[in-house]
């Protein structure tokens, strides 16, 4: 088991990079919720910032932004669809993702 702390310092790390990249929404990455940060309320934060942006790196930020509040929450790791643990390989590949193989798959199908 990877410990939390590395999945998240490689979540960030990824986050700087995309936020870079996106310099509309830079500024507002620069205010990271430090300690008491709400997850549904980042959620909807970045719902907002993101909206009608239409960058491909925008659903990866907001995926990240979900996985650090996971993180949180103490549920990262865990499917949000059918509740079985994600694989660590699989983290180490994709560490924002919130969907085990299975649902991703599914996922993709249907598109
Ligand atoms: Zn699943």
């Excluded at 410990?3 to 990249?21: C, F, I, P, S, T």
């Excluded at 509309?24 to 980042?42: K, M, T, V």
């Excluded at 990866?60 to 669809?81: F, N």
């Excluded at 643990?85 to 919130?98: A, C, G, M, Q, W």
Aim: with cysteine.
């Amino acid at each position: 088991m990877v410990h939390l702390r590395a999945r998240e310092e490689q979540l960030r790390k990824r986050l700087a990079e995309l936020g870079a990249r996106l310099h509309r929404i830079d500024d507002h990455l620069g205010q990271p919720p430090d300690s008491d940060w709400e997850d549904n309320a980042i959620e909807a934060e970045m719902d907002e910032v993101l909206e009608g942006l239409g960058h491909a790196g925008n659903a990866e930020i907001q995926a990240i932004y979900s996985a650090l509040a996971r993180i949180k929450s103490g549920t990262y790791g865990v499917c949000t669809r059918c509740g079985i643990d994600i694989s660590e390989k699989r983290l180490d590949v994709v560490p924002h993702t919130p969907l085990c193989r299975t649902c991703a798959r599914g996922v993709e199908q249907k598109r």
